[in-house]
């Protein structure tokens, strides 16, 4: 796990953008999972600039949503398709049909569920996984107690996510308690992973997830498990960090270090 702690909430979002980028100028067509919530939007608008400025491309690029809230339509303005195409779909050029954002709204949860693993599978796999973290150590929607092989499947929300989500909805009430949800196991076959996090909210659960054991109840801490996964914090989400300084240390080092 690589750890880059940045001092700011933009610093941590050009960063994350410059190491998406770097993957599309490898690889033009390349697929990308895709997050929701308040965190990765700098990373987001970091990546709108660079296609409007320096002429970023995502023609050829295909994406996979982590997970959409159960019973929101998609024109819902707390659901997760009207949360991407507002703050990154629109402002692209990803053709539309190769934008995959689980179904809230299917009449079959489980046909649906198969049907996503296998479209990301002949799409060849995803190439970049960006992942924000629930301060319950969750990723996606893999609440604590969720396998570390899970599959895309139907979730129902811990009340910590609940309360957590509930500032964007007129009332707790309105927060949906299940949602579709790509699992632990299906999150590790990204050939790369990129998970961001900012503020004190989320300095426990990054604790736990980059130095705790491996456990389903922080399910982050699963990443440790990951061969290519880089950990972005900015100062406040990496303030328990005990190995801050180590982390630091590599990244200072790194310009200097021998190539692989
Ligand atoms: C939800 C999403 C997660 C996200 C988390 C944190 O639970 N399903 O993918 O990482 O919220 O959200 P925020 O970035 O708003 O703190």
């Known amino acids: 796990m690589e750890v880059i702690c940045c001092k700011t909430y933009d610093e941590m979002s050009r960063e994350a953008a410059r190491a998406v980028a770097q993957v599309l100028n490898a690889k033009p067509d390349a697929v990308l999972g895709m997050a929701t919530g308040s965190t990765p ?36 303005d707390q659901s997760y398709h009207y949360f991407m195409h507002e703050n990154f779909f629109k402002h692209v050029n990803i053709p539309l049909q190769n934008i995959h954002i ?24 995803i190439d970049a996984q960006i992942l924000g973290i629930g301060s319950d150590g969750h990723i996606a929607f893999n609440e604590p107690g969720s396998s570390l092989s899970s599959r ?40 790369k992973i990129l998970l961001l996090a900012n503020g004190k909210k989320k300095a426990d659960a990054v604790a736990q997830a980059v130095e705790g054991p491996v456990t389903s109840m922080i399910t982050a801490s699963a990443l440790q498990l990951h061969p290519d996964s880089t950990v972005f914090v900015d100062d406040d989400a ?15 080092n790194k310009p200097g270090a021998p190539k692989v």
């Open 238 to 252: 990496a303030g328990k960090l005990k190995m801050r300084e180590y982390f630091d240390w590599v990244q200072k």
């Open 41 to 76: 939007l700098g990373l987001y608008q970091e990546l709108v600039r660079m296609h409007k400025k320096e002429g970023l491309d995502f023609s050829q690029v295909t994406t996979f949503n982590l997970d959409e809230y159960v019973g929101l339509p998609t024109t819902h």
């Open 102 to 125: 689980p179904s809230g709204t299917t009449s079959n949860y489980h046909a649906f569920c198969e049907w996503f693993e296998k479209r990301i599978v002949d799409a060849g796999g």
């Open 152 to 191: 895309t499947r139907l979730k129902t929300l811990a009340k910590q996510t609940i309360d957590d989500n509930a500032r964007f909805f007129s009332s707790r009430e309105q927060v949906p308690i299940y949602a579709i949800t790509m699992g632990v196991g299906t999150i590790l076959e990204a050939r």
